[in-house]
C-alpha cells in the first residue's frame, strides 16, 4: 500500500518535471529544431535519389538515407506544436486551424517513408519506385498546402 | 486486254468496294479516337487544367472559376466544358482556332492575354484540332463563372485591340533546322504549347511578355508569386541543375536538394509536367539546357 501510493506520488511528480521541462521549451527553438529535421529529410531525399537513379554509385549508402528518412517520418507530427504559427516560420497558420486534414497529410508522410524503406530493404525495385513517388506527392501535398513560398 | 474474271463475279464485285468502305469508316473512327487521346495530352501539355478548374479540391477539371490574381485584377477562367450556356458548346474548329492562336471569342470579343493565346499562337493546325476534338468529348457541366474584376480602363474588352496591335504578332511555329527533333519539340513545348514564358519570363508595364529577357524570371508573378528564372545562370537560375535534375523536377517536383515544390508550380507538376511522355520532359529539359546563359534579377 505504502509502496504504491509512494509509487504514484513519483510518477505525478515525474510528470510534473517532465511537462513543466517541455513546456519550457522556447517556440523559436521548437521552429529551428523543425527546420533542422525538414532540413535533413530533404538532403536524404536528396542523397536517395541522387543513388537511386544511377547518378552516383554509393548503392551501400541506400539504406542508410532510407532508414534515416522514415525514422524521421514518425517524427513530424510532433513538429508543429502549438504557438510554433508566428515567428521565423514559413509554416501557415492554417496548419493549427485544420489539425485533422493535417494530421491526415502527416500520416501519409510516416507511411510512405515506412513503405519506402521496406522496399529498399526488400530489393524491390518497383515497389522503390511506387514508394519514392509517394514520398514525393506527401511532401509536396503539405507543403503546397500549408507552407509559404519563398517571395 | 481481257477483263479479269473475278471482277464479274457479282458478289465480288459488290462486296469489295462495300468492305473498303466499312473498312474507310472504321479506320475513320480510329482515326477520331486517337485524335481524341492526342488532344487529352495536348490538353494536359497545354496547361489548360491548372487554369481551367475552380479552387474548390473538388472543382470539375475544365469547367473553369479558377481566381486569378494578377497585377491587372482578378480574373476568373472561364468554362472549357462544352455546356452551350456557360462552356463551349457548339464551338467549331474554327471557334477554337480564333479563340487558342488569336485570342478572340466566337462572339468576336477579346480575350485577355492572362489567357496565354501570345504562346499559343504558334501551335501547329492539327494540334489545335486535336484539342478542339478533346474538350468537345468531355461531358458538359453548366458551370456560370464569376465576372473580371478589372480596372475601368481594361473592363471593356475590344481595349486589347490596341494592345494586340503593339504586342501580338503571332506566327506559326518554325522549325530550326539547324537544330535536332528533339531541340526543336522542347521549343515548342516551352514556347507554344506549354507556354513557360507566360510566368517564367518578365513583363513590362502593359503587361506584354518582354521576350529579351525569356525566362529570366518575373518578380511580379500572378498570385503575387515571385517566379524563378529558369535560363543557365552561374548563380540563379537553373545553371547548376543537370538534364537529370530537371527531368525529376518535370516528373515528381523534386529539387535538386531534396526539397519539393509546392506553390503554383506544384500544380503545372501535377496536371501538365508530370503528365508528359518522358520523351516530352527530356525535349523540355534538352530545349531549357540549350539557351544561353542570362541573370535573372
Known amino acids: 500500500m505504502h509502496h504504491r501510493s509512494l509509487s504514484i506520488l513519483l510518477t505525478i511528480a515525474t510528470l510534473a518535471f517532465a511537462s513543466t521541462s517541455f513546456s519550457a521549451t522556447a517556440p523559436a527553438d521548437a521552429i529551428k529544431y523543425r527546420k533542422a529535421v525538414m532540413s535533413a529529410m530533404a538532403a536524404h531525399t536528396g542523397a536517395f535519389s541522387l543513388i537511386n537513379f544511377g547518378r552516383v554509385e554509393h548503392q551501400d549508402h541506400l539504406r542508410a538515407h532510407v532508414e534515416a528518412l522514415a525514422a524521421m517520418g514518425t517524427e513530424v507530427k510532433v513538429l508543429f506544436p502549438a504557438g510554433t504559427d508566428t515567428g521565423n516560420t514559413d509554416a501557415l497558420p492554417l496548419i493549427w486551424q485544420e489539425q485533422d486534414k493535417f494530421g491526415q497529410m502527416v500520416t501519409a508522410v510516416e507511411k510512405s517513408t515506412a513503405e519506402l524503406r521496406d522496399a529498399v530493404v526488400a530489393g524491390d525495385k518497383a515497389a522503390t ?5 509517394a514520398v514525393g ?3 509536396k501535398g503539405c507543403h503546397d498546402r500549408y507552407r509559404k513560398e519563398k517571395k | 486486254m481481257a477483263v479479269r474474271p473475278g471482277l464479274r463475279a457479282e458478289p465480288r464485285f459488290f462486296a469489295a468496294p462495300l468492305l473498303s468502305l466499312i473498312a474507310a469508316s472504321c479506320l475513320a473512327a480510329a482515326a477520331e479516337s486517337g485524335q481524341i487521346e492526342r488532344g487529352r495530352d495536348l490538353v494536359h501539355a497545354g496547361g489548360c487544367i491548372s487554369c481551367h478548374t475552380g479552387d474548390r479540391p473538388d472543382a470539375t477539371p ?11 485584377g482578378i480574373f476568373y477562367s472561364p468554362n472549357l466544358r462544352p455546356d452551350r450556356e ?3 458548346g457548339g464551338w467549331t474548329d474554327r471557334d477554337f482556332d480564333a479563340a487558342l492562336r488569336q485570342g478572340r471569342a466566337p462572339d468576336g470579343s477579346l480575350y485577355y492575354p492572362v489567357f ?3 504562346a499559343y499562337a504558334g501551335m501547329s493546325d492539327r494540334d489545335v484540332s486535336a484539342i478542339a476534338a478533346y474538350l468537345r468529348s468531355l461531358p458538359p457541366v453548366h458551370n456560370p463563372v464569376p465576372p473580371h474584376e478589372l480596372p475601368w480602363y481594361l473592363r471593356w474588352r475590344q481595349v486589347m485591340l490596341g494592345w494586340n496591335l503593339l504586342w501580338f504578332h503571332p506566327q506559326p511555329f518554325q522549325a530550326d533546322q539547324a537544330r535536332d527533333a528533339e531541340w526543336n519539340r522542347g521549343a515548342y513545348l516551352v514556347r507554344h ?6 510566368c517564367h519570363t518578365p513583363r513590362n508595364f502593359l503587361g506584354a511578355r518582354d521576350d529579351s529577357r525569356e525566362l529570366a524570371g518575373n518578380p511580379d ?3 503575387d508569386e515571385e517566379i524563378p528564372g529558369i535560363r543557365q545562370d552561374r548563380e540563379g537560375g537553373i545553371g547548376q541543375w543537370t538534364i537529370d535534375d530537371i527531368l525529376l523536377f518535370l516528373e515528381m517536383g523534386m529539387l535538386p536538394d531534396g526539397d519539393f515544390a509546392g506553390s503554383s508550380m506544384s500544380e503545372v507538376i501535377d496536371d501538365n509536367t508530370s503528365q508528359l511522355t518522358a520523351a516530352d520532359r ?3 529539359a534538352v530545349y531549357l539546357q540549350s539557351l544561353a546563359p542570362l541573370h535573372s534579377p
Request: hydrophobic share 30%.
Open chain 2, 193 to 198: 504549347l506549354g507556354h513557360c514564358g507566360e
Open chain 2, 221 to 223: 508573378g500572378p498570385d
Open chain 1, 137 to 139: 506527392e506527401a511532401c
Open chain 2, 116 to 118: 496565354p493565346y501570345p
Open chain 2, 282 to 284: 527530356r525535349a523540355i
Open chain 2, 62 to 72: 475544365l469547367a473553369g472559376g479558377r481566381r486569378l490574381e494578377t497585377p491587372f
Open chain 1, 129 to 133: 519506385m511506387k514508394a519514392f513517388k
Open chain 2, 86 to 88: 456557360t462552356g463551349t
